[in-house]
C-alpha cells in the first residue's frame, strides 16, 4: 500500500497498514494535502564590470564557493577572480 505525508510530501510503499500521524492513503489525498513548493531565491547574475556588488559582497561571495583569495586584492581583481578568470 502507499502512503502520503501531509506535512513532508513524502511518499511510502508499505506492505502494512500505517496509522496516525500525518499520514494518509496516497489515493485518498486530494490537491491540498501536497507538500507546497518551496521558495527558491534567485539572484542576478554579477556582470564582469560590476558596480553593484560591494567588495565586502564580493568576498562573501567567494568565501561561500570556497575560492580562496587575497584580503587586500582590489575589487576588480575580486570580480575576476569570481568569475572565474
Known sequence: MRYFNK??????DSPSKI???QWV????KDASQEAPEEKVEVKKPVEENS?????EE???ELEALGIDYDKKAKK?????????E
Open 19 to 21: 496509522y496516525g500521524g
Open 25 to 28: 492513503e496516497y489515493d485518498k
Open 58 to 60: 564580493i568576498m562573501n
Open 7 to 12: 506535512k513532508t510530501g513524502a511518499i511510502l
Open 76 to 84: 576588480e581583481d575580486l570580480i575576476k577572480l569570481m568569475m572565474g
Open 51 to 55: 558596480t553593484d556588488l560591494t567588495k
